[in-house]
T-cell receptor, first 111, second 115 residues
Framework: QQPVQSPQAVILREGEDAVINCSSSKALYSVHWYRQKHGEAPVFLMILLKGGEQKGHDKISASFNEKKQQSSLYLTASQLSYSGTYFC????????????FGKGTHLIIQP | DTGVSQNPRHKITKRGQNVTFRCDPI?????LYWYRQTLGQGPEFLTYFQNEAQLEKSRLLSDRFSAERPKGSFSTLEIQRTEQGDSAMYLC?????????????FGPGTRLTVL
């Protein structure tokens, strides 16, 4: 089951904040977040395990609500370099599963 | 460079030809994954290896596709009798077996165009 990402696209001014959501209809073991720029490989941002943890990395953080099977990625004080497509990838069981990715959220940061 | 590498970066072929792609994972990573990505979509899982053993294959992986990882290091993905629908970016990722985490790091991909 492919996770559903929202919104599909976001346009922001530099310095504004953004939230990207990733929802699944099935119980998840973990959620992985990636950013991909045009023509490049997806770049790993962070992984969240079931248990409702929250993680942060510089001005990018994420949470995982196990009850709702939903993860959110928070981008604060966005920078031009944050532009790209953000994908969430989900695992339903622990171990070494291949990830099931959403369709992505396109983020455009304007100066 | 100690990241995941893939060769070739681009491949143009005619329908019906066979193609083979190579992936070299991060050196200490024992898990290797293949994904396919088409324009406007997220990567789709194809198959994965732990060391030399192929442990999972997606239904997307038709009989024309075969993957190997003979010595648990690099891997190859072969597509036989290519079709236009095979045109896509083929991504390889690797990860290190851990107790709880499965961070996967992607290579730059091989873009396949089938004419």
């Amino acid at each position: 089951q492919q996770p559903v990402q929202s919104p599909q696209a976001v346009i922001l001014r530099e310095g504004e904040d953004a939230v990207i959501n990733c929802s699944s209809s099935k119980a998840l073991y973990s959620v992985h977040w990636y950013r991909q720029k045009h023509g490049e490989a997806p770049v790993f941002l962070m992984i969240l395990l079931k248990g409702g943890e929250q993680k942060g990395h510089d001005k990018i953080s994420a949470s995982f609500n196990e009850k709702k099977q939903q993860s959110s990625l928070y981008l604060t004080a966005s920078q031009l370099s944050y532009s790209g497509t953000y994908f969430c990838g989900t695992e339903r069981r622990g171990g070494a599963d291949g990830l099931t990715f959403g369709k992505g959220t396109h983020l455009i940061i304007q100066p | 460079d100690t990241g995941v590498s893939q060769n070739p970066r681009h491949k143009i072929t005619k329908r019906g030809q066979n193609v083979t792609f190579r992936c070299d994972p991060i050196s200490e990573h024992n898990r290797l994954y293949w994904y396919r990505q088409t324009l406007g979509q997220g990567p789709e899982f194809l198959t994965y290896f732990q060391n030399e053993a192929q442990l999972e294959k997606s239904r997307l992986l038709s009989d024309r596709f075969s993957a190997e990882r003979p010595k648990g290091s690099f891997s190859t993905l072969e597509i036989q009798r290519t079709e236009q629908g095979d045109s896509a970016m083929y991504l390889c990722a690797s990860s290190l077996k851990r107790a709880s985490y499965n961070e996967q790091f992607f290579g730059p991909g091989t873009r396949l165009t089938v004419l």
